[in-house]
């Protein structure tokens, strides 16, 4: 019987082999195109959207990707006043944070399927954990959301608020796949509340006045939406109506949108007002069809004056592709309407060709928000703010589970009748590996050689043998309760596997968890771990220091051990601190600079309670201060220091160049020599070693050094293939879809051979460094731009490629090539000798460096020349290029002082009579037009980059730092006020390089052209076409402009 037994249970056990197999043979299934497009017309300034494609699905497995479509609409909730920049700030922190928890929340390790069970469970706990931490940073709450994850022919949709999500599958089949949260006109929701025991109401305040639908339930649990300027309970958590569909392989359409769309058009209107357009074109539509179809009378009954956001997602078979369609021919409005009808039908004959019949959309999931409160009971009050880990609990080990562990962790299936996706037991990550071993869900490879090879003995040996050449079999580890960490981290008892170990990972008695920061430095205890190469870490001493509660903590830098040649370390959150003696006299420092009294001493501390701080105007504010460097939280909003000052602090660790290459790309270890030299181990003697202990081996069992053969290779190639990077996948998929470019293509080893290593370094840009070289073919001399490391998509790279790639002017910089290799990324352009413009701008203090500046006629050279170059980009190529950060730094000279703009990493190409539609604020501080930072001021158009160029050229001819030193006030020197009183009345300019009358007549040109190009409001603006014209005329013809609103010593200016 027990043999029977035992026979039984090894029959259960999965083959590694066989798992992996499956899993591939998934990865075979037919997946459909996703293409997208996205419009805004921004009305308030307060609608957010963020478009994520390629998503890593579960941390380590790359082979499995997903998209993530995004809207952010904002509710404003703040207690006792009406603060639109808070409903901002709701919205901002939404989008930097709701992915992220939503991504925690799944397992690690599941496949495909447990994946997408585990999804709804994960986006519910990605909300309520968003907007509860927003809420104890900034005490309100008010972000509504529809947030969509489309993975294949699956398509879950988590919202909260009136955001809404359509699918529109053929004709007039449209499914709503969210709920209208206005309570009033949605009978369904209503229902849902009061069947849960809780209650529909609308709040009043005094005078009787109603401000907005209300829902509660028990356990105090609220969720409320339009309630103006009061809070609602002592605790609001929004919890998310969520809905889970798949699709039939002939695929559909996904439009969403924010409440503006919603509240004048209807999910029919707006799913047949783009049929038969291309997802880029189709957002477009759906919000021109808004402003364009609706009657006017219309729009004010139904009261449209939110922003209007819209994302169309196509979900189309690879076989059944729609071609592109032009965009519509322009008509009067009169004829679109007349015509509207008959277009959506024609346009709907049109999409049926292509996508047919939905014959079912299979419900997965539905889940009601009220139903939730049914489930978490009485008992659950979140009232008091706590964390929501305080709800789930192991059921094994009975420890509290964060977020990230237990809330999708769920035994049963989610779509079970007897199993509720937050009904337990749940599991913490240790006991639920312990469950998968004993059930024999995750057979690991030394189970199989051991289930081939009776001869243990040699096995383990060779594993020996394995682990002391240095190879890189282990990736990444776990480390007791704080999850998995990967390199360069590493157990203490495996130093060869990484540079920072971890002590006591594998001591459940051990209370604490520490790590090394450098070798024989002191252990500071690790709380956790943040991304794969951020940790959480408490510094013991600096915390005893903190707890005395006075001045003297402040006295001295928090410093981390000195850089190695293998990696740097960094604290992620810190403050500036600037001690100052008492009586001092501070020049009228800006409200955000704090002062906090150090009573008892004979000094105070000042800072930034901004998160940005400018240091540079810190500095000259408090030259004659002492300056210290202390880690804080990431919120120093506050007037007490040691409240923020903490001992529990975010490190990076970020690599060397040489310690990257050597370990990512030539699967190395980091090692220095006795001279603390940088040197990669291959582990070329290792390998030696390895073939003669694989012929010892086979002499011995030759059918377990096959099988061990076959299950390294099979998990090294599984390893390569999973670590793909998506940013890779993207803009490979971008140089496909545009061809072959007119620019060579070099790889990695090419570029480095350019460059002599890297040796000769030209300068330091936003994206990445800057070096000389010589071209390998001709020898023509080159410079070479290495992009930096970054985790976005690689819009930067493609902006460039694309842009530059498109243009032949003489005032452009010329892309010679670029290199895509793995990740690493340069972009090589024709050298120029004289470097870049902001070298020749310098301030006065400087003697040995005003030899430098340039002549006014050549000044005024290159601002005609930067102007044509403008509008060559603008209006001379066949797709109109917006710059966006045209400043000195980004003008190159060459030989003969000819301008040519480069630096196109923030660039944005359009159609040539396309809307601008971008997301947040491009550019460089002091070069930005206003309309880029807020839409109060106007749509950013080209004229943002006209702007751009007119405080570029004030800058040229002196007016910022480069006036006299007789002119000594700051307002003088900086504000263009004292300008336009010397312009008006006729004044000599007082500037150091005008030499005679031509140089002033000059001087003055450029700068009334500057003060037209820096008009507060786009409209009045000159386009740049007109900028040239007006720089080649004379100076007496033209007209000194209106002040623009600069100058700090207006207050409604300075709040700009």
């Given at each position: ?404 562990e237990g809330i999708s962790v769920h035994a049963g299936s989610i779509f079970s009748t007897s199993s509720k996706p937050w009904q337990g037991p749940f599991l913490c990550s240790d006991c639920r590996d312990k ?151 501070i020049n009228q420092p800006p409200k955000h600079y704090l002062k906090y009294p150090c009573h008892g001493y004979e000094y105070d501390i000042y800072y930034d309670s901004l998160p940005s701080p400018n240091n ?319 839409r109060n001021f106007g749509v950013v158009s080209h004229k943002s980059d006209v702007y751009s160029y007119g405080m570029m050229i004030l800058e040229m001819v002196g007016m910022k730092n480069n006036i006299k ?92």
């Amino acid at each position: 019987m027990a043999s029977r037994e035992g026979r039984r249970h090894h029959h259960d056990l999965v083959p590694l082999a066989a798992l992996l197999k499956r899993e591939m043979k998934s990865e075979k299934m037919v997946k459909p195109t996703v293409r997208f497009g996205h419009a805004a017309q921004s009305k308030k300034g307060e609608d957010y959207f963020l478009i994520k494609t390629d998503c890593q699905r579960v941390p380590g497995n790359s082979s499995s990707s997903f998209s993530v479509f995004a809207p952010f609409q904002i509710v404003i909730l703040n207690c006792e006043i009406f603060d639109g920049h808070n409903g901002n700030a709701a919205a901002i922190f939404t989008r930097e944070h709701l992915l992220n928890h939503v991504l925690g929340a799944l397992p690690q390790g599941h496949g495909r399927d447990e994946w997408l069970q585990a999804l709804p469970r994960a986006l519910v706990a990605g909300f309520v954990k968003t907007d509860k931490e927003f809420q104890s940073r900034g005490e309100t709450s008010g972000t509504t959301a529809t947030f969509v994850i489309v993975d294949r022919w699956t398509v879950t949709v988590a919202s909260v608020g009136d955001s809404r999500c359509i699918l529109d599958t053929q004709g007039d089949a449209v499914t709503t796949l969210t709920v209208d949260h206005r309570l009033e006109e949605n009978i369904e929701e209503r229902e849902r509340v009061t069947a849960s025991g809780g209650e529909v109401g609308r709040l009043s305040i005094a005078g009787g006045a109603e401000i907005g639908p209300l829902r509660c339930w028990p356990g105090g649990l609220c969720l409320s939406r339009s309630i103006g300027d009061m809070d609602v309970g002592e605790f609001i958590v929004p919890i998310p109506y969520v809905k889970q569909v798949k699709l039939s392989k002939a695929g559909g359409r996904l439009i969403i949108a924010s409440d503006g769309i919603w509240d004048a058009l209807s999910s029919e209107m707006a799913a047949k007002s783009c049929r038969g357009l291309r997802a880029e074109l189709a957002a477009m539509q759906v919000v021109k069809v808004v402003y364009t179809t609706m009657p006017s009378e219309a729009l004010r009954t139904r009261g449209l004056k939110d922003d209007t956001t819209c994302i169309v997602v196509d979900i189309i078979p690879p076989d059944n592709e729609l071609p592109p369609t032009p965009p519509p021919p322009k008509r009067n409005k009169l004829r679109d309407l007349l015509l509207f009808r008959k277009r959506s039908r024609e346009s709907a004959s049109k999409l049926s060709k292509k996508l047919s019949a939905i014959n079912i959309v299979e419900e997965l999931f539905e889940e009601g928000s009220a139903m939730l409160a049914e489930r978490l009971g009485n008992d659950d009050n979140l009232n008091s703010g706590q964390s929501t880990s305080g709800l789930f609990v192991c059921a094994v080990c009975q420890v509290d589970l964060a977020p990230s562990e237990g809330i999708s962790v769920h035994a049963g299936s989610i779509f079970s009748t007897s199993s509720k996706p937050w009904q337990g037991p749940f599991l913490c990550s240790d006991c639920r590996d312990k469950k998968d071993a004993m059930e024999g869900k995750r057979p690991s490879g030394i189970k199989l050689i051991c289930s081939v090879s009776s001869c243990s003995l040699t096995l383990y040996s060779f594993t020996l043998l394995v682990m002391e050449m240095g190879t890189k079999i282990v990736h990444s580890f776990t480390c007791g309760r704080l999850g998995t960490f990967y390199y360069p981290f590493t157990k203490a008892e495996q130093p060869h596997c990484g540079l920072l170990p971890i002590h006591d990972c594998d001591n459940p008695h051990s209370p604490i968890i520490t790590i090394q920061l450098e070798k024989n430095g002191k252990n500071l205890e690790l709380n956790g771990v943040v991304q794969q190469n951020a940790i959480t870490i408490l510094d013991e001493d600096f915390h005893r220091s903190l707890q005395q509660n006075t001045c003297r903590t402040l006295n001295n830098n928090y410093s981390l051990p000195s850089p190695s040649p293998l990696y740097s370390i960094y604290i992620k959150y810190n403050v500036t601190l600037f001690r100052c003696k008492q009586g001092l006299k501070i020049n009228q420092p800006p409200k955000h600079y704090l002062k906090y009294p150090c009573h008892g001493y004979e000094y105070d501390i000042y800072y930034d309670s901004l998160p940005s701080p400018n240091n540079e105007e810190a500095h000259n504010l408090f030259s004659s201060c002492s300056v210290f460097l202390l880690p804080s939280k990431d919120e120093t909003n506050t007037k007490d220091i040691l409240s923020f000052v903490t001992a529990e602090m975010v490190l990076e660790v970020v690599l060397s160049n040489d310690c990257d290459e050597c370990y990512n790309h030539r699967g190395g270890q980091c090692r220095l020599d006795n001279n603390q030299k940088f040197y990669c181990d291959t582990g070329k003697t290792g390998k030696k070693l390895l073939v003669v202990g694989l012929v010892a081996a086979a002499s011995v069992l030759v059918i377990a050094g096959v099988v061990v053969l076959v299950v390294v290779m099979a998990c090294f190639r599984r390893k390569i293939f999973l670590r793909e990077n998506p940013t890779h996948r993207i803009i490979e998929g971008f140089l496909k879809e545009h061809g072959p470019l007119p620019t060579s293509r070099y790889n990695y080893s090419e570029v480095k051979k350019m460059t002599d290593s890297f040796r000769n370094k030209l300068g330091q840009g936003g994206f990445g460094t800057v070096y000389k070289g010589k071209k390998l073919h001709d020898g023509r001399v080159v410079a070479v731009k290495i992009l930096n490391k970054s985790d976005g998509n690689g819009e930067e790279f493609i902006n460039e490629v694309a842009s530059i790639s498109r243009t032949s002017h003489v005032n452009i910089v010329r892309l010679l090539g670029f290199c895509l290799d793995g990740s690493k990324r340069a972009l090589i352009y024709e050298f120029m000798p004289n470097g870049s413009l902001d070298k020749f701008i310098y301030e006065e203090k400087s003697p040995p460096q005003v030899a430098h500046q340039l002549h006014c006629k050549i000044l005024y050279d290159i601002a005609i020349g930067i102007a044509r170059g403008l509008e060559y980009l603008h209006r001379g190529c066949n797709t109109r290029i917006l710059h966006f950060d045209i400043k000195p730094h980004n003008i190159l000279l060459d030989e003969d002082f000819c301008p040519k703009i480069s630096d196109f990493g923030l660039a944005i190409l359009l159609e040539k009579e396309s809307a601008v539609s971008i997301f947040g604020a491009r550019g460089t501080a002091g070069y930005i037009a206003p309309e880029v930072f807020s839409r109060n001021f106007g749509v950013v158009s080209h004229k943002s980059d006209v702007y751009s160029y007119g405080m570029m050229i004030l800058e040229m001819v002196g007016m910022k730092n480069n006036i006299k030193a007789e002119v000594n006030r700051s307002s003088e020197i900086y504000f263009p006020h004292w300008i336009y009183n010397r312009l008006e009345s006729d004044q000599e300019l007082g500037l150091q390089n005008i030499r005679n009358k031509s140089d002033d007549n000059t001087v003055r040109k450029m700068t009334i052209v500057g003060l037209w190009c820096i008009q507060t409001y786009p409209s009045t603006r000159p386009a740049i076409s007109k900028v040239v014209e007006m720089l080649e005329s004379k100076v007496e013809l033209l007209q000194i402009p209106p002040k623009p609103c600069l100058s700090p010593v207006h207050l409604s200016c300075e709040t700009l």
